[in-house]
């Protein structure tokens, strides 16, 4: 298993780009195979591992992943969350978790971490607007810290929250969205074993502008779906209604499966702009990830249910 804390990686670890890469090229040669062994895909760990060393050599920069970047609660430009996210204070940080489980609670980041395994997983990122990335996320499976809240047979769905603190996120003194940013998925999109919480990017710790200090990402999803800086996680029976749908639900539904044949009214979905590259790509159904997911979506129209 290829399993690295963050906390416990020192700066000197992975400050430089190139190392990194060819650490990765080491981790190879030990047998790469394994990033996805244990979880409950055994049947397409093969089709993981040949993605995961094919994206390998797709990385987008460090520099880009930390500056080009959302975070609405930091300003609506690119570069705004690079320049303002530092006034959010990660620690101490605390998550909630309650609804339709049996064992809900507030915890100490520290200790809602303490019994996660952090892995390395390099995921392609589509973001909605058309461009798109590759990155090295640390993180876990976000099912494995949900099933020890026990959530119970009513739990159909789960809904996450950004702090609300117009002081440490100035952006929310204005009305771009509405306040706190909320997103939400089925629970069988959030049990699968794709679907992580992020806690770093190239082996180090997430920075603020990327949603420290733990993040949602869902690779098969558009990016607006991977809700930074969590505060809560909420188990209910009704499909919540997330941040985009109530600023624009004709441009943003629920799910956001990343779909070439399905275009967003201002924006054809068909081809991305990878960042750092000129010509632009095709973009692949569900991300390129429909082995892993497609059967989540048997038999939806995904015209409809977009
Ligand atoms: N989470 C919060 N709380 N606020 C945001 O504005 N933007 C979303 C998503 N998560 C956003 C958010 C959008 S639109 C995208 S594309 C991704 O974060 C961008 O993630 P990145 O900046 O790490 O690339």
Redesign the pocket.
Known sequence: MIIRKPQALKDHDVTDESLYRGRRKFIKTMGAGSILLGSSLAGNVLNAKARQDDLKNELTSYKDITTY?????FGTGKSD?AKNAHTLKTSPWSVTVDGECAKPGSFALEDLLKPMQTEERIYR?R?VEGWSMVIPWMGFELGKLLKRFEPTSKAKYVYFE?LLDPEQMPGQKRSVLEWP?VEGLRIDEAMHPLTLLATGIYGKDLLN???APLRLVVPWKY??K????IVKIHFLEEQPISSWQKANAVEYGFYSNVNPNVDHPRWSQKRERRIGEFRKRKTLFLNGYADEVAALYKGMDLKKYY
């Open positions: 970047n959302n975070f609405y609660e969350p990122f973001c950004t940013y502008q990327n949603g990016g607006f991977s809700i930074k800086s």
